[in-house]
């Protein structure tokens, strides 16, 4: 099986900073998209911002510019710093990771168990 354990939420003030680390564990063959994704209450979960296996990065509009993705392949892990924070942005935040566990295996898509980020006015 394969795990994705989240890490770094927590509350701060709007203005402030955040890196989320999201690291992979388990029988794991590749990892090709990495991407972290997030919930408000009442909203549906979003796309906040994406790496593939060879470091190209995508990212909402809302997050251009303020938060940055990057990941250590030799680690499985990913991160997401996140500068210049707004209240907006709070919502729990899900680490998101297609997986292959052998060379002949399909993608397969796994999820952490999210981690709170929380932006106060």
């Known amino acids: 099986q394969v795990q994705l354990v989240e890490s770094g939420g927590g509350l701060v003030q709007a203005g402030g900073s955040l890196r989320l680390s999201c690291a992979a564990s388990g029988i794991i063959f590749s990892i090709d998209f990495m991407g972290w994704y997030r919930q408000a209450p009442g909203k549906q979960r979003e796309l906040v911002a994406s790496?593939?296996?060879?470091?190209?990065?995508n990212y909402a509009d809302s997050a251009k510019g303020r938060f940055s993705i990057s990941r250590d392949n030799a680690k499985k892990t990913v991160y997401l710093q996140m500068n210049s924070l707004k209240p907006e942005d709070t919502a729990i935040y899900y680490c998101?990771?297609?997986?292959?566990?052998?060379?002949?295996?399909?993608?397969?898509?796994?999820w952490g168990q999210g981690t709170q980020v929380t932006v106060s006015s």
């Open positions: 998101s990771a297609s997986v292959r566990i052998t060379s002949l295996s399909t993608l397969r898509t796994y």
């Open positions: 790496i593939t296996s060879g470091g190209s990065t």
